[in-house]
């Protein structure tokens, strides 16, 4: 049996352990950064050419149709994932680095030279007309980091695109 991650009420997977790095349980982080502040996506998945830091949630507020509550709340909630993905790409390149052990990362994913790279947030109850704008403000906020990582894309999936994707069974 394959490697399933549980997150937001999702199940991940199945997939070989070599193709996942479970960065968010790592002892690179866990032991030495999250109690510094530092923040983590879920995990990493390598799937064909493609190298994916996913994180996810079980719900996520409206931000077309729904009256956000608190506008701050919302942004402090952008803010949060953009520093998850910002930091989790800062600790894998540190860890390829060998400034942290290499634990947990399989020689497939240590190679990522000729490796596209994704970063993907998984929303449970995202409803399709508002993904665009939020993979929009995303795009614009993880801007530089795309660019100086060249990364393809920030791709906002619901459960039901990340099925049909075979990422969560």
């Not at 968010?24 to 510094?36: F, P």
């Not at 060249?150 to 075979?166: G, P, S, T, W, Y």
């Amino acid at each position: 049996m394959g490697v399933i991650i549980p997150e937001s009420d999702m199940k991940f997977g199945e997939y070989e352990e070599k193709q996942v790095f479970r960065i968010e349980e790592s002892e690179q982080y866990t032991k030495k950064l999250r109690q510094q502040g530092v923040r983590c996506c879920e995990f990493i998945l390598l799937r064909s050419n493609r190298l994916m830091f996913i994180e996810a949630k079980k719900s996520y507020p409206d931000p077309i149709n729904g009256i956000i509550k608190d506008k701050n709340q919302y942004y402090i909630d952008i803010r949060k994932i953009v520093e998850k993905m910002q930091h989790s790409l800062d600790l894998y390149a540190n860890i390829l680095l060998n400034r942290y052990a290499q634990d947990g990362v399989s020689e497939e994913m240590k190679n990522i030279e000729n490796l596209e790279m994704r970063l993907v947030l998984v929303i449970k109850n995202a409803d399709k007309s508002w993904i665009i704008p939020l993979q929009e403000k995303f795009r614009k906020e993880l801007n530089a980091e795309m660019r100086i990582w060249k990364i393809q894309d920030f791709v906002v999936l619901n459960e039901e695109q990340a099925r049909k994707k075979h990422l969560i069974i």
